[in-house]
């Protein structure tokens, strides 16, 4: 059954690609039957992912609009980023984990004395990490929670925004704060700081991950002790120019050096830090080498 989804979404691809998809749907009859294609398309399928750095691990995914995940094209920087740093034994949190895109290639890197620890505010993201990380038999090194990471630990619940039925992308949507992509109902999802999670026996990270849609500064703040202590490097994806400033005096003030890699539209960027202690050049080299090792 999978391979006939995976067929007809790649029967969609070609007609859009080649630009009959627009040809057709001058037609009613023929529109109503692209209709038709994508509603069966967009069922969640297992499909194995082609390339990255999760490639061959199994993903549940609504194809076509995760398709970027199936092709393993997501995040290609960070995703180099993390192959550069990610050694076994090592410790990561990933938080805005979404699906697993990231974290299960992550966990396979940290092998068995390594930890992932993936936090989602979304519950449906949750139950499709945990059947991810079930499918790929990494569950004794993923550890899946459900939560949003924010400035303040709210046991009872914070209001969280949902993302659509394509991208499920969401955040926290309080104290003048709202996911830049989250355009869905808003529920109530546990909220934890990530200093109050290492206090009920976290592991230690080596380092954070962040793609909270534009929540990143909230993250940091709940976590200002286990910055000044244990110092993990910082990889995060930050989506407006308030965000980014508040960010940018926050890696001062906890002694942090950083790169930004920022597209022609501004926004989202993503900022690489590390403490002043760590050479980050030779992190930020090797990532570079790991990119062009990718390339044709």
Known sequence: MAIFYVLLYRMHSVLKNAG???LLRRSPRAGRRLDQLKRLIRWCLWVRVQSGLSQGMWMQLRLPGEAGYWHGTHEP???KAISAVVRP????????AHVG????????LAGDLGRVVAFDGDPENVVRLRDNSSRNGIGDRLQVVHAAVWSCTQRDGIPF???DMVRSQGGVEANGNRPVLGNGEIINVPAVTLDDFVAAGGPLPQLVKIDVEGGEYQVLRGGASLFASQRPLIIAEVHHQ????????WLNEYQYCSQWKIPQEGFPRCLFAWPTEYDGGAWMQHSADKRSESRP
């Not at 308030?242 to 005096?249: K, N």
């Open 20 to 22: 009959l998809e627009a």
């Open 77 to 79: 920087d960070v995703q």
């Open 89 to 96: 034994g090592t410790v990561v949190y990933d938080i805005g």
């Open 101 to 108: 895109s990231i974290a299960l290639g992550t966990a396979r």
């Open 161 to 163: 925004r949902r993302g």
């Open 242 to 249: 308030q965000a980014a400033e508040q960010i940018s005096t």
